[in-house]
């Protein structure tokens, strides 16, 4: 065993050399004549801007820039990055939503990169068949039936291919170096191995690459992952085809059919459908954004499968009709907020699903009509009985609609990267594996843990639910990832983790630094709280604190978000972007949240 894996490592880091010579001298470097760029969460500076959860992924983006690559190329080097840093919360064995603004055009596109369900899919999958009722939860997350056809591959392949400067092959290079050489582990990194390491454990491939030893890595020790350099390295030379046709994707559907774990675990780990069919089947679709218009600036997002873009959208058009503020209309700026989430939520609950299943009525739920039947249903002073029913979409009057609320059960992990260019480009790029580890399942031998987007649907089946599992289809995402600008230039760039409450942190951020005053690395920092129609307010124990008085003369009950004491209570880890109308920049991402992100410039300057 030890003679295999020191092998192993030669062998990656051979690939990682030959992957370093796709680089120009300047990136093999690190960035040419640029000194080493420190980290940290906020950055000013000229040139271009990179924005991520982690400063060895935002390097790498920054790097890019440097060497002549575009926003698109930038992105895309930064994601695999992240699949290298961040391997609990995006990577291969996913999908994601990828927003580009092309700045010689101003034409915004986005590519939806959304895992598919596998044809073999019934409304039965999420049923155990010993009972015939809705397996427990639990029971689907460290599951194959839980897995849905990645769709990251394909994105990077088309986003480098239809917005980039160079090559596939090119934009994975300094990912493939970073696999092979490693990274020093973190506390984030190391917390995020433990709390899942029950599941880990049950996944002798999944053990033996988070768990060595029977522990999670230890902070300040460097965490290699050779067989993820390999599997990069494959993609480089090949392409796309290499991980959607032949043997890795014969790999990949073997796992998921008989998911390989441990004799001794007691979780079930029902298996999967997915074949190579299914595989070789999956494209990623072109298409428009969303688009409202908010006090003057023009806020793109992400249409469905996604929800985001609409959620975000109509809230928006909501809260356009109230004039908003800090200092003593904090308060009530706040306690509309959540009313418009609210109602923004249910909506989107009772109406949203993959459009190439569900008639989505997109243009209605973005109307400023429809918006304000919806804001006609909202007391200024007092929080309305949640949950409130969705509206009725002929938009008369303060008509509502009937609707059974369902649980969602959408995670709260994912990852989110924001990038601008010198020549006007931008891209928000959201991307995930969904849970944290996502269902826990390593492809053996291929360094990279498999998806499992497919709870995002309703787990239990009706026909009339917009999000109910068919094959082929997409589950219905919170994802956000929003280009903002204002007079035809690209003005911020926001997006960020955190299942449903991505919606809420993304509307929350674009209110703080528009509307209340606040600067962006402000109104990144701010403490948050997420309405998603329910009778209580999730919020960060900070938001808590600081607002909860005076939010109580509006009946709004603000709880918890999680254990005060560990992650669960922080909604959210942003990463975000502001262009100035002379160019300049700031990359603002978290100061504290997720151990806090990293924002870099090409050209900073002291302020």
């Known amino acids: 065993m030890l003679v295999r894996r020191s092998l192993a490592a030669v062998s990656a880091l051979s690939l990682a050399a030959t992957m370093v010579a796709l680089q120009s001298p300047a990136e093999a470097r690190g960035g040419g004549h640029h000194r080493p760029t420190a980290a940290g969460p906020t950055a000013y500076g000229t040139g271009g801007a990179v924005s991520s959860v982690d400063a060895n992924a935002s390097r790498v983006g ?25 391997p609990y919360s995006a990577g291969v064995g996913g999908g994601g939503y990828f927003v580009f603004r092309d700045g010689r055009t101003g034409k915004v596109t986005t590519i939806d990169g959304r895992e598919t369900a596998p044809a073999g899919v019934t409304p039965q999958t999420f049923y155990d068949p010993a ?21 990251t591959v394909a994105t990077w392949d088309k986003a480098t291919r239809l917005f980039g400067k160079r090559s596939l092959a090119r934009n994975l290079a300094p990912a493939t170096a970073l696999a092979a050489r490693g990274f020093t582990v973190d506390q984030t ?7 899942n390491a029950t599941r880990f454990a049950a996944f002798p491939e999944t053990a033996r690459l988070f768990l060595p030893g029977g522990d999670a890595p230890q902070v300040g020790t460097r965490f290699r992952n050779p067989d993820l350099a390999r599997t990069y390295a494959l993609i480089a030379r090949r392409g796309p085809r290499a991980f959607y046709t032949g043997p890795l994707a014969a790999e990949i559907a073997r796992t998921v059919q008989a998911p390989p774990k441990s004799p001794d675990t007691t979780l079930p780990v029902p298996p999967g459908s997915m074949t190579t069919r299914d595989l070789a089947g999956y494209s990623v679709r072109l298409q428009k954004p969303t688009k409202v218009s908010y006090r003057g600036y023009d806020v793109y997002g992400m249409a469905p499968s996604s929800s985001g873009g609409i959620t975000v959208g109509e809230a928006l058009n909501i809260l356009e009709n109230h004039r908003l503020g800090a200092g003593a209309r904090t308060a009530q700026s706040l306690h509309l907020f959540l009313e418009a989430s609210a109602r923004a939520f249910a909506d989107r609950n009772a109406y949203i699903g993959d459009p190439a299943f569900v008639d989505v009525p997109t243009r209605t739920l973005l109307s400023q009509r429809f918006a304000d039947s919806r804001d006609c249903t909202i007391d200024p002073q007092q929080a309305s009985q949640r949950p409130v029913a969705p509206g009725a979409l002929d938009g008369t009057a303060c008509a509502t609609a009937r609707h059974q609320e369902e649980r969602d059960t959408e995670n709260i992990s994912t990852t989110h990267l924001s990038v601008a260019d010198r020549w006007g480009n931008a891209v928000a790029y959201t991307l995930t594996i969904e849970q944290t580890g996502g269902s826990g399942i390593t492809v053996p031998g291929r360094g990279f843990l498999l998806n499992n987007e497919l709870t995002d649907f309703s787990t239990t089946y009706s026909a009339t639910d917009p999000n109910r599992i068919e094959p082929g289809k997409r589950p219905r995402s919170s994802m956000s990832p929003t280009i903002v600008t204002r007079n035809g230039k690209v003005r911020f760039v926001v997006g960020s983790p955190g299942g449903a409450t991505i919606i809420t942190t993304v509307l929350q951020i674009l209110i703080n630094r528009i509307d209340l005053g606040m600067t962006l690395p402000q109104a990144v920092a701010a403490p948050r709280a997420s309405q998603r129609n329910a009778a209580t307010t999730p919020a960060e124990p900070e938001f808590i604190a600081r607002y909860e008085d005076a939010l109580r003369p509006f009946g709004q009950v603000l709880v918890p978000s999680g254990d005060q004491f560990t992650s669960a209570a922080e909604i959210g880890a942003a990463a975000t972007i502001e262009v100035d109308r002379r160019g300049r920049m700031i990359a603002a991402a978290e100061p504290v949240r997720r151990g806090g992100g990293t924002g870099l410039v090409v050209r900073p300057f002291r302020r």
Do not use: C, K
């Open 189 to 195: 990194f190391r917390s995020q191995t433990l709390d």
């Open 131 to 151: 009972t015939g009722q809705p397996r427990p939860f639990a029971h689907l997350v460290s599951s194959g039936v839980s897995v849905g056809v990645p769709g």
């Open 62 to 86: 920054l790097q890019v820039l440097r060497s002549g690559g575009n926003a698109a190329d930038a992105a895309v080097a930064t994601a695999a990055a992240l699949g290298v840093t961040e």
